[in-house]
């Protein structure tokens, strides 16, 4: 059984940057036909789709977030990490790594970032 965990800083200043990390148990990033997403919930807006790495290390962005989004991974360790830049308070939201695009077969627990001065 495939587990994400999410980590990083839950309090972010505007105009910097959110750095999480997913970190997968049970199955590796690079098994062949699996994306990896990142998906954020805001209280005003839901579930957004912010982008996925995929097994081969091929990047696909949401267009809306596309500018400040960036998706990494290290295989090494059997993780990807995010990048979202230049942030502002409407970027407060839940943050979830989950396994595919569209349709998710296994979800982090979320980490809540809040963006703050």
């Known amino acids: 059984q495939v587990k994400l965990q999410e980590s990083g800083p ?3 200043k ?3 940057t959110i750095s999480l990390t997913c970190t997968v148990s049970g199955g590796s990033i690079t098994t062949s ?4 997403s990142w998906i954020r919930q805001t209280p005003g807006k839901g579930l957004e789709w912010m982008g996925v790495i ?3 290390g091929s990047t696909y962005y949401s267009p809306s977030l596309k500018s400040r989004t960036s998706i990494s991974r ?8 995010l990048e979202l830049t230049s ?3 409407e970027d407060t939201a ?4 989950a396994r ?9 627990q979320g980490t809540q970032v809040t963006v703050s001065p």
């Open 100 to 108: 595919g695009v569209g349709l998710y077969e296994s979800w982090g």
């Open 14 to 16: 505007p105009s910097q």
């Open 10 to 12: 839950g309090l972010v």
């Open 74 to 81: 290290d295989t090494s360790k059997n993780k990807f990490s």
């Open 87 to 89: 942030v502002t308070p």
């Open 54 to 56: 995929g097994y081969d």
């Open 33 to 36: 036909g699996y994306g990896w």
């Open 94 to 97: 839940v943050y979830y790594c």
